[in-house]
């Protein structure tokens, strides 16, 4: 068993060479990257949130541990994509307007791009507007919103409300997700489903899909 407490470690202390070289070293030793970014990666991470809420940490230093953690999902990310899965759905992926928060919603898209899945991001803070553009545009089969705010999830109903005025919420299957969100939530403002991370938003892209 490979020891990625001492990954999660780099990432809490916010070093990102340290978090780069000690990924490196578990993929050179063939571990998973899977288990890298959940074990490794994302262990860390939780335990910055964890320290974050009860103010043993702050913005800053959050941020470095953020940099950190992306820096080592960058060296990971061509291993994912090298997935020869093979599909034509699209989606089109944001955190909505007024939410900043990415690091989930740019795991939950690396993650379906490693599943074959094709993914157009357009990034944090979108509105409605914005949104409604690029579906236009892209004629995504999902839209997929995050939010972790707990201030900016009624901006996802707001955008299914724009949707709906505009004739367009039956041409596409929209889906949600982040630390606040819930499936109950997902059902209220009238979102097809709700993954609580990124191996299970990839599954049910998939599946909506399918359907
Ligand atoms: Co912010 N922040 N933050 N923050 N931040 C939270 C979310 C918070 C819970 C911390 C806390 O106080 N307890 C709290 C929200 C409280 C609430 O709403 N009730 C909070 C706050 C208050 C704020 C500010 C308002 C702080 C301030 O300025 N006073 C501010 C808001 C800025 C803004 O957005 N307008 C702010 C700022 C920041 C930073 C910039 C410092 C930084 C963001 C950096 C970045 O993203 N580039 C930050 C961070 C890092 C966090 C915490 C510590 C960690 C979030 C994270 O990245 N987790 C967070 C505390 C926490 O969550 N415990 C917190 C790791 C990531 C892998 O998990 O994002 O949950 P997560 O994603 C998961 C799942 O949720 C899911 O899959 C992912 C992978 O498994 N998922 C989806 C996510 N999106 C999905 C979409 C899907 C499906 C699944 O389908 C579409």
Do not use: W
Not at 143 to 168: D, R
């Amino acid at each position: 068993m490979e020891n990625y407490a001492k990954l999660a470690e780099s990432v809490i202390a916010g070093n990102e060479e340290q978090v780069k070289n000690q990924v490196r070293e578990f993929i050179a030793s063939g571990n998973a990257p899977v288990d890298i970014i959940n074990q490794g990666l994302i262990a860390g991470m939780n335990v910055v949130g964890q320290r974050f809420k009860v103010g043993d940490m702050y913005v800053p230093e959050v941020l470095m541990c953020a940099r950190s953690m992306n820096a080592g999902l960058e060296i990971v990310r061509p291993l994912l994509a090298d997935s020869d899965a093979e599909s034509s759905c699209k989606i089109i992926i944001g955190t909505v307007k007024g939410d900043l928060h990415d690091i989930g919603k740019n795991l939950v898209s690396m993650m379906m791009e490693s599943g074959g899945l094709e993914v157009i991001d357009l990034g944090v803070d979108v509105s409605a507007d914005d949104f409604i553009a690029a579906i236009e545009k892209h004629k995504p089969d999902i839209l997929a919103m995050s939010a972790l705010l707990t201030t900016t999830m009624p901006k996802m109903k707001e955008v299914i409300q724009a949707l709906e005025e505009m004739g367009l919420r039956d041409k596409i299957k929209i889906i949600i997700g982040g630390a606040p969100v819930s499936q109950a939530f997902a059902q209220t403002i009238g979102a097809d489903g709700y993954a609580p991370d990124a191996a299970s938003a990839t599954e049910l892209c998939k599946s909506l899909f399918a359907q």
